[in-house]
T-cell receptor
């Protein structure tokens, strides 16, 4: 595809449920990032995948959050036992490998926890 | 930890005037500084970036300056137009190790016609 694709675009769920958010990076991009943007705030780094290297999980806010990237392409971010403070827009970005490669963002998934 | 501070949080200018947004970073090892523009409900779009080995970069009406000693960088938009109205985010990263972008809190720019 032409850009980073995320699904669903919107997700409303009840507190305590698990959710899965999906990201399809730009074809050929080996680096993939997840960020979170709370209402009216900047973007907060969550996790980074680069090729076959171990992911950088340093931004995950709790052990309820996990992510995987299968086959070096599509990534899934999973939030277990959702809480109201998890409500935010979850943005995925991808880039080519190497230094100073710009990150290109998807439209995000707007997650609302009731 | 790593931190990026961005000012002002809101900026209102008359069409045709210049706008300047400033950011300060804490990690002296940061070497890559992109700027993103985000329109309401849209994805952040990269508008310009600068690497630590240059002090200034220009692209038409947009320029970015970097002062490594002071650890700060600025975005300059000249001849502003109403379509420049958006939220602008600065970011900093170490592109030789972690690659993650540390973002500022954003500046809401309003260009009045």
């Amino acid at each position: 595809g032409a850009g980073v694709s995320q699904s669903p675009s919107n997700k409303v769920t009840e507190k305590g449920k698990d959710v899965e958010l999906r990201c399809d990076p730009i074809s050929g991009h080996t680096a993939l990032y997840w960020y979170r943007q709370s209402l009216g705030q900047g973007l907060e780094f969550l996790i980074y995948f680069q090729g076959n290297s171990a992911p950088d999980k340093s931004g995950l806010p709790s052990d309820r959050f996990s992510a995987e990237r299968t086959g070096g392409s599509v990534s899934t971010l999973t939030i277990q036992r959702t809480q109201q403070e998890d409500s935010a827009v979850y943005l995925c970005a991808s880039s080519l490998m190497g230094t100073h490669q710009p990150q290109h963002f998807g439209d995000g998934t707007r997650l609302s926890i009731l | 930890g790593e931190n990026v501070e961005q000012h002002p949080s809101t900026l209102s200018v008359q069409e045709g005037d210049s706008a300047v947004i400033k950011c300060t970073y804490s990690d002296s090892a940061s070497n890559y500084f992109p700027w993103y523009k985000q329109e309401l409900g849209k994805r952040p779009q990269l508008i310009i970036d600068i690497r630590s080995n240059v002090g200034e970069k220009k692209d038409q009406r947009i320029a970015v300056t970097l002062n490594k000693t002071a650890k700060h960088f600025s975005l300059h938009i000249t001849e502003t137009q109403p379509e420049d109205s958006a939220v602008y985010f600065c970011a900093a990263a170490r592109m030789d190790s972690s690659y993650k972008l540390i973002f500022g809190s954003g500046t809401r720019l309003l260009v009045r016609p």
